[in-house]
């Protein structure tokens, strides 16, 4: 097991921790919970980049890569829903999009074929992971730093901003959800009707 593919799986139990955290209240946190977020993000890309700078990619980096990412954010998608702070359909589009392209995969590697995250799938990551960030950040800005600047300032317009720009981030990212997963199954759709005929 090298460093590129524990950070990878470092995701997994990271994900656990931060939805246990996402339901405290006590003071920091929300700091805590969005920090760790921001670190597991942060290993979405080093584990790529040390697995290219020390020549260890591998087929199971790639595979558990795409895992580890779907983990770790639909784990907190599920929490969100719990917590109302977001609407089930996004969720619900966003699983369904994993289930058909992991299943994909499946078939793939049953074929010796490996599939790994192309640019679509990379931008919808990216692009769940900022609206997460944000909507971690707003329990952050109204409980922790309420209170450690002694209400000195009214940072309600502040965090409905940041819940907004959140909320936005994952309309775009359902959607690039659904277009990413309609180019990984038109590019391998092959992978599919291979055995129709027999």
């Known amino acids: 097991m090298n460093l590129p593919n524990i950070l990878t799986l470092s995701?997994?139990?990271m994900m656990f921790v931060i939805v246990g955290l996402m339901y405290c209240e006590w003071l920091g946190a929300a700091s805590l919970t969005f920090w760790l977020f921001?670190?597991?993000?942060?290993?979405?890309?080093?584990?790529?980049?040390?697995?290219?700078?020390?020549?260890?990619?591998?087929?199971?980096?790639?595979?558990?890569?795409?895992?580890?990412?779907?983990?770790?954010?639909?784990?907190i998608m599920v929490a969100f829903v719990d917590l109302q702070t977001l609407p089930v359909a996004y969720v619900l589009i966003t699983l369904c999009r994993e289930f058909l392209v992991s299943g994909m995969r499946m078939i793939a590697a049953a074929r010796g074929v490996v599939v790994p995250a192309d640019k679509g799938g990379k931008t919808k990551t990216v692009t769940q992971?900022?609206?997460?960030?944000?909507?971690?950040?707003?329990?952050?800005?109204?409980?922790?730093w309420a209170q450690w600047i002694n209400f000195r300032w009214d940072l309600s317009m502040l965090a409905e901003i940041v819940h907004h720009v959140g909320l936005i981030g994952f309309v775009l990212g359902t959607a690039l959800a659904v277009w990413s997963g309609y180019r990984y199954f038109r590019a391998h759709w092959a992978l599919f009707i291979a055995d129709a005929g027999k």
């Open 38 to 75: 921001i670190g597991g993000a942060i290993s979405d890309w080093l584990d790529g980049y040390l697995a290219r700078r020390l020549g260890i990619v591998s087929d199971f980096g790639k595979l558990m890569d795409a895992l580890t990412d779907k983990i770790l954010v639909i784990g």
């Open 11 to 13: 995701r997994v139990p």
């Open 129 to 144: 992971l900022i609206a997460i960030g944000f909507l971690l950040a707003e329990p952050m800005v109204t409980r922790d």
